[in-house]
């Protein structure tokens, strides 16, 4: 169970740093799914709470979840240590905090540079 949260959490990662490439990408092949406002405000909405949890000092309920599941099983999986070695880094927590502040304010500028549209608009 705790590697399906720990996979779970993984791709809500993946959806957050891989969707601003995605984004950048997609303006510059004009793709129209890109533009799309639900997908967007969904995307500022997943570092904007990354950041309020790390400014708050709280810790993911996704890693208090998998840790909690930890306890009761027995021994690492296959997955367990490579998305940790992909996710988890030894860096002091205000650095983190920094970095996560800083990738939400591309996030936000990405608003202007590339504006979402309701329909089938373009800018």
């Known amino acids: 169970m705790a590697d399906i949260v720990l996979i779970v959490h993984f791709l809500y990662v993946l959806f957050v740093v891989g969707s601003l490439p995605v984004i950048w990408l997609g303006a510059w092949f004009k793709l129209s799914f890109i533009r799309n406002p639900w997908f967007r405000y969904l995307h500022l909405g997943a570092i904007v709470l990354v950041v309020m949890e790390s400014l708050m000092g709280a810790v993911c309920p996704l890693t208090a979840w998998e840790n909690s599941l930890r306890q009761v099983e027995t021994g690492g999986s296959f997955i367990q240590h490579w998305l940790h070695r992909i996710m988890f880094y030894d860096a002091p927590e ?30």
């Open 94 to 123: 205000g650095v983190l905090t920094a970095v996560y502040i800083v990738f939400a304010g591309l996030v936000a500028m990405t608003f202007k540079w590339v504006p979402p549209v309701r329909g089938n608009r373009r800018s």
